[in-house]
């Protein structure tokens, strides 16, 4: 069975110290992967989904970047971490068109 | 593009009571729909999907939701709520392509005993 890592699950960073969230997915290959973030009482907001390695697209302009490394792995990252970065980002995979999305637990990041 | 709507930010209701959360979409196509369940600190788990055919779905924990295009909704239904079920649900959005989903802001339901 197919199966989501992600980690950490909590982060506390300073203003201005670098991001890097890693989330694995294990049991499927070529999985659509995807990184969301939640506000409290704002919902989900698609950040960054890739359909296969080095593939990237960017939902909306922000300080934060993705890569995929490997066809399983999805990293989100951010040079110099604001404020505004807190939140608590969660990493879903689906395996085709119109398949549902899989989630991992969540990183609740606090920005301080 | 594809908007989601869920009106009601709270919902509580007593154990045992029947269970209804609104969500409206916006889309210019045959929507795919979806109703997540969130449990506070956790990811999201899937609750039961619409693709096509029959309007009226089935889920797990005795979750149901009825696609209605004329009303542009997918509301979610349960018969007999149970303290477990206090959580946030959310409502969710496909695009034909590239799996997409656009998410509605969410509703607290709350079961008092």
């Known amino acids: 069975s197919q199966t989501i890592h992600q980690w950490p699950a909590t982060l506390v960073q300073p203003v201005g110290s670098p991001l890097s969230l890693e989330c694995t997915v294990e049991g499927t290959s070529n999985p659509n992967l995807y990184w969301y973030r939640q506000a409290a009482g704002r919902g989900l907001q698609l950040l960054f989904y890739s359909v296969g390695i080095g593939q990237i697209s960017s939902e909306v302009p922000q300080n934060l970047s993705a890569s995929r490394p490997q066809d399983r792995q999805f990293i989100l990252s951010s040079k110099k971490l604001l404020l505004s970065d807190s939140g608590f980002y969660l990493c879903?995979?689906?395996?085709?068109?119109?398949?549902?999305?899989?989630f991992g637990n969540g990183t609740r990041l606090t920005v301080t | 593009a594809q908007s989601v709507t869920q009106p009601d930010i709270h919902i509580t209701v007593s154990e045992g009571a029947s269970l209804e959360l609104r969500c409206n979409y916006s889309?210019?196509?045959?929507?795919?729909l979806f109703w997540y369940v969130q449990s506070p600190g956790q990811g999201l788990q899937l609750l039961l999907k619409?693709?096509?055919?029959?309007?009226l779905v089935q889920g797990i924990k005795g979750f149901e939701a009825e696609f209605k295009r004329s009303q542009s909704s997918f509301n979610l239904r349960k018969p007999s709520v149970h303290w477990s079920d206090a959580a946030e649900y959310f409502c969710?959005?496909?695009?034909?392509?590239?799996?997409?989903?656009?998410f509605g802001a969410g509703t607290i339901l709350r079961v008092k005993s």
């Open positions: 969710a959005v496909g695009e034909v392509e590239g799996n997409k989903l656009v």
């Open positions: 879903a995979w689906a395996g085709s068109y119109n398949s549902p999305l899989h």
């Open positions: 619409y693709f096509s055919g029959d309007t």
């Open positions: 889309y210019g196509a045959t929507p795919y």
